[in-house]
Structures are given as C-alpha cells and as structure tokens.
C-alpha cells in the first residue's frame, strides 16, 4: 500500500496562488495515477484533477480548468497542484490519491491521504 502525504496548503486572499505537494512512499510510484480531490464542509469529495503515470495524459474537473495544473516528479516521488486565481470557492480539505492501474480514471483512486487545507478568503 502506497502513503501519501500532502503539504502546501493554507489561507490565501481570492486571486492569490499556493503549491500544493503530496510525496508518496514506495519504489512504484512511476507506475501510479495521482490525483487531487476535494472535500468542503458539508460537500461530498468531489474531483479536482488528475496526471498518469507518465505525466503524458491529464484530466481536469471543469471548476477549475485553466487555473489549477497538476504535474509530477518522478524522481522525487511527488504529484504537484498549482492553484491559481483561486476563489473563495476552492476553499476544501484537499487529498492526494494513487491510482495503482496508472490510469487516471476517477473510480480506480483507491489509495489516500489525510489531506491539507486550503482557505481562500475573499
């Protein structure tokens, strides 16, 4: 089982950008889908974006398409989630997820992490 630990978030004023970071554990993690989702207060978990595990093939949820853009290291082991333009909207809990098929079909996320918040005040 793939651990997945995300960092990066934070309160931001409406307009402003943060980096999100999710290091997993493991030799595998070349071969794994990564994915963010979200969860706000009194929301279901909702998708926000995912990368295979090439890096060749991304999908984005479209709330925040042509804002937000997710890439990976795999030589560090990490999935990134550049936030731009956010809105007091994008305020969730957010999570990194694996895919361990490499896919990044949203039902195939089955490993997580605990999550890191981000707060955008308007």
């Known amino acids: 089982q793939v651990q997945l630990v995300e960092s990066g978030g934070g309160l931001v004023q409406a307009g402003g950008s943060l980096r999100l970071s999710c290091a997993a554990s493991?030799?595998?993690?070349?071969?794994?889908?990564m994915g963010w989702f979200r969860q706000a207060p009194g929301k279901e978990r909702e998708f926000v974006a995912a990368?295979?595990?090439?890096?060749?093939?991304?999908d984005y949820a479209d709330s925040v398409k042509g804002r937000f853009t997710i890439s990976r290291d795999n030589t560090k082991n990490t999935v990134y989630l550049q936030m731009n333009s956010l809105k007091p909207e994008d305020t969730a809990l957010y999570y990194c997820a694996a895919n361990l098929r490499g896919g990044i079909l949203q039902r195939n996320f089955a490993s997580w992490g605990q999550g890191t918040q981000v707060t955008v005040s308007s």
């Open positions: 990368i295979n595990w090439s890096g060749s093939t991304t």
């Open positions: 493991g030799r595998t993690f070349s071969s794994y889908g």
